[in-house]
């Protein structure tokens, strides 16, 4: 069956060995059909999976630069990830752990100005045309300014992605808090609901909706945030091992950093997401 | 008194003509709403007097003014002029009395609540302690015959058991007065008879005093001890109707009976005259 999840696997795992093939080999075949391999396919921009592979054991310190396993002998793998204060376990380390700060700081810093702004008529209308300039500005070209003003230390990393995930989850629940549907807050109040009660047991619970639909984006705009910022300056952290490889010209490195980053990504995304679907399991009408 | 206790009064077979103490006075209730700047009266000079343990049936065309009419009295929305007494004390718009019970006809089933958790959404508002709590949301789901739904959300539900789960949840809190805005206006004939047969039981046993707004007469003869006609916008008081059919009634029995037959026609031409004005 074309459709059967077997086919799907299959066609799925057939694109990826074409893909690591041809990024493997297709290089090599240049001499012979210059025409048929685009010059892009150089190793020397995009590496090879088996050298990108080796890259990523040496990096982690399961083997030494020649290629030996560290891990069987005594202490040698401690010694060798003492030598690199930024080695690939503390950069991820570090990127991770501003990631998760900037998140949860934008989530929760978005949510609650969304919240009061939402609520008031006063307040939305005073700040909305501020609001809008801010949203305009392109924010990554703040972070320049904002490794300026906080440091290279993490302080930057977590309030650049701040900055982009603030606006996303501050403008969900600005919404949300907007479309609280009325009849729900007329027939609590008829219930003898206080003010506090219809936030909490109305209001927050019908705006947390329109936030958890922002989580997926907000956490990859905080990685997006945190790695930009060690672009521009940091002594630690998965952008930084980034800028030293180019400054070397190592694509192996270069490329093992973005296979990590891209496990790191999907992780996140995945527990957001399974925390999302448990939370707003009342959505699932069963229909 | 709790559903239990109140479950063991014992009903009269029939309701002669009310002459209880009455609960609800309006003298002079009107409402006038601006509409890009032009005034539209909803509802002109409204007189009412609801007694205790009245089933009374507000009728009338769509956009005569009847929700306008209940809003009013629940608080919902302040009158333009005139007065609301409830037991003798004026009613303001933003308080809302806890004897009063009000059920929307739009869904107002809480979505991320399971029914259990909507049902005794009141009893969590006022602070009931859990035990208790779960015991009346009990009672009242068995009532309703949503037993087996307790953990389901709203979603899951259709619209006649959603419309139950609104239903008690306001009858939960034991309100002696009920206010119903069309509550079955959306179900399909079937269900509609079914959710009056649900009411037509716990009336008969509790007996609140209950305002009823609906555009459908038979919906109307079948529930009330009195029909109150509104005239075609704004909404003014046309008719009054006694409904002195036996009690306890049957939903579908009833509206084979010739005196159902005589009184529907009678306030068929009544009401017949209001819709043609709206051209309905
Ligand atoms: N909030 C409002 N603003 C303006 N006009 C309204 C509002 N509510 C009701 N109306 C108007 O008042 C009239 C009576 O409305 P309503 O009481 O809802 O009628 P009914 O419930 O009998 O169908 C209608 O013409 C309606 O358009
Ligand atoms: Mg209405």
């Known amino acids: 069956m074309m459709g059967s999840r077997a086919t799907v696997v299959a066609a799925q795992l057939a694109i990826i060995l074409l893909t690591l093939a041809v990024w493997q080999w297709a290089f090599d075949l240049k001499p012979y059909a210059d025409w048929l391999v685009p010059g892009l396919l150089d190793p020397y921009f995009i590496s090879k999976p088996s050298e990108i592979w080796t890259q990523l054991l040496r990096l982690a310190c399961l083997t030494n630069p020649t290629g030996d396993w560290l891990l069987g002998q005594d202490g040698a793998v401690m010694a060798c990830l003492a030598q690199n204060d930024n080695n690939l376990w503390i950069a991820t380390l570090v990127t991770l752990t501003n990631t998760l700060w900037g998140f949860a700081i934008g989530v929760a810093s978005g949510y609650i100005v969304g919240l009061l702004l939402g609520q008031s008529t006063f307040l939305s209308r005073v700040f909305e045309p501020f609001l809008v300039a801010l949203n305009s500005i392109p924010r990554i070209a703040l972070v320049p300014i904002v490794v300026m003003m906080f440091g290279i230390g993490d302080t930057s990393k977590i309030v650049t992605a701040w900055l982009l995930v603030f606006f996303l989850v501050f403008f969900n629940t600005f919404e949300g808090a907007r479309q609280v549907d009325q009849t729900l807050v007329s027939m609590s109040r008829l219930l003898q609901a206080k003010d506090w009660q219809v936030t909490s047991k109305i209001i927050i619970p019908s705006t947390l909706t329109w936030v958890f639909a922002s989580l997926t984006p907000a956490i990859s705009f905080a990685l997006i945030g945190v790695i930009v910022g060690e672009f521009i300056g940091a002594r630690q952290g998965l952008g930084r091992i980034m800028m030293e490889a180019q400054a070397r010209g190592q694509s192996s490195v270069m490329m093992a950093t973005v296979i990590v980053l891209m496990t790191i990504g999907v992780i996140l995304a995945l527990g957001v997401k399974s925390m999302q679907t448990y939370l707003l399991r009342w959505q699932n009408t069963g229909h | ?280």
């Open chain 2, 1 to 280: 008194m709790t559903f239990a206790q109140r479950d063991l009064a014992v009903a009269p077979a029939s309701v002669p003509a009310n002459t209880g103490p009455v609960r609800i006075r309006a003298r002079g209730l009107s409402k006038e709403f601006e509409i890009a700047g032009k005034r539209l009266t909803a509802v002109d000079r409204v007189d009412l007097d609801i007694r205790k343990g009245e089933f009374v049936s507000l009728l009338g065309p769509s956009g005569c003014g009847k929700s306008t009419v209940l809003n009013m009295i629940a608080g919902l929305i302040p009158a333009s002029s005139g007065t609301i007494e409830l037991d003798g004390k004026p009613l303001g718009a933003g308080h809302f009395s806890s004897k009063l019970g009000y059920v929307f006809q739009r869904d107002t089933t809480i979505p991320w609540r399971t029914v259990k958790k909507n049902v005794g959404f009141g009893l969590e508002l006022a602070g009931v302690d859990r035990a208790s709590r779960d015991r009346r949301v009990n009672e009242a789901i068995q009532q309703a015959r949503l037993n087996g739904f307790e953990n389901a959300f709203p979603g899951m539900l259709s619209g006649g058991m959603r419309q139950r789960v609104s239903l008690m949840r306001a009858l939960v809190m034991e309100p002696d007065i009920l206010l119903m805005d069309e509550p079955f206006g959306a179900l399909d004939a079937h269900t509609k008879t079914d959710m009056h047969r649900l009411l037509l039981e716990i009336w008969e046993r509790q007996h609140q005093t209950v305002i009823f707004v609906t555009h459908d007469l038979a919906e109307a003869l079948t529930l009330s001890d009195r029909i109150i006609l509104l005239s075609a916008r704004p909404g003014r008081l046309k008719e009054e109707f006694v409904v002195d059919f036996k009690r306890p009634r049957d939903a579908v029995s009833l509206r084979e009976t010739p005196e159902y037959a005589e009184l529907f026609s009678r306030v068929w031409r009544s009401l017949g005259e209001e819709m043609s004005k709206v051209g309905a």
